[in-house]
C-alpha cells in the first residue's frame, strides 16, 4: 500500500485508491429476479455451482434443533473443528473453521500480508479470492492460463522475493480443469518457505477418485493451507460454512483474526450434520457425473467448445464476447440462469453448473434453439 493509495496532495482520502477502483461483487442472478423480470415461473439455475438436489434432510433437521438456542453465543466453530480433525485424523489445532471458505480466504488476506508483500495467482482466477486480494490493496500479479489450466511452471518463475501469497484453485472455478499431483510436487520444490500457497479445493469432493488429482491432505507442507466448503456438494451455499487445514502455527494465526464467534451456530450445526449423511453425497456425486457426462457430450455435439471439467460445471469457449452475451441472454428469457464469464475476464466464455437431469436436458434443447436462430440470422 503506498502513500498515494491513502493521501492525495492536501490530504487524506476517505476511501483509499485501491478501494475506490474495485467494482462490487455481483453474484449470480437470482430466481426470483428472472421470474419477476421475465414472467417465467420454472426456471433453472445454472449459473452458481450449486448442489441442485438442494440440502442434506440431516443438515435441516440439525439446523432446526439450533432454533430455540439462538440466543447463545456459537463455540467459535470448536466443535466442527473437532468432528473434521477426528475424520481426517488430525489435531484440532490443524483446523479451523469459517464463513464459507471465503471467510477464511478473508482472514488470511488479514492476517499474513503485509502492505508490500505481492499475490500471485492465474489470471481469469476464482472472482471471490480477486475481490479480497484487491481490497488489501497490494500488487496483485498473474500468468496467463494454458490450455485453460493453471500454468505452474510460468507461476513458479515468477515468483519473487516479494511473493507472500499464491492462490491455486484445484478443481479450477470457471474453467473446471485440474493440475495433477506430479505438477503440483514439481511447483512446489520453488517455493520459498516463507511463501503460503492457498490450495483452494471447494471442488474437492467431485476431483477426489480421479488418481491424477492431489488431494492436498496427502501433504503436510508448512506454508500450504487448504481449503474446502460446504456450499458445493454438501447443498449449504446459504447459510455460509467452510473450513480449512495447514500447520498449527498458521492456524494459531489465523484464530487470533477471525471473528471470535464466526461460524454462526446453525452454519456449525449443518456443517456438522451434512458430512453424516453419505446418502446424499452418494446421490449428488451421481447426478453431477450424469450431468457433466451429459453437458460434455450434447454441447460438444452442437458445435461448441466446452473445455473438460472435474468439478460441477462446465466452462464453454464461444466464438466472441458477443456470442457469449447473446447466447447469456436468450437463455435468460427463457428461465434458464448461467453465468457469464466477463467479470472473470473471459468475456468469451459462459459457465453451466450441473443441474437437475430435466433442467440439464432444458439447458440443452435451450442452446440447441439458440444456436439454430442464429445460424437462420
Ligand atoms: C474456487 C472457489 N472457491 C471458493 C468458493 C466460495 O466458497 P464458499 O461458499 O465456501 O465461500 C467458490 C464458490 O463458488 C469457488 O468457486
Redesign the pocket.
Known sequence: MADADCYKPGGMRLVPSYIESLAPYQAGLTVEEIQLRFGIQDVAKLGS?ENPLGTSPFAVEAVKSQLNRLHLYPDGGLALRKVLARMFNLKVENVITGS????IMANIIRTFLCSEDEVLTTESA?I?FQVLAKSRGVNYRTVPLKDWRYDLDAIAAAINDRTKIIYL?NPN?PTGTIFTRQEFNEFYRHVPERALIIL?E?YFEYAKDNPLYPDSMHYRFDNVITLR?F?KIYGL?GIRI?YGFAHEQLIGNLLKVKLPFEPSALAQAAGIAALTDKEFLHRSLELNARGLRFLTESLTKLGLEVVPSEANFVMVVLPSAGEADRIWHELLQQGIIIRPLKAFGLPNCVRISTGTDQDNHRCVEALEKCLAAQARS
Open positions: 455451482n464459507g471458505s471465503e471467510g476464482f471471490g484453485a472455478n483452494d471447494a466448503t456450499s451455499a467452510g
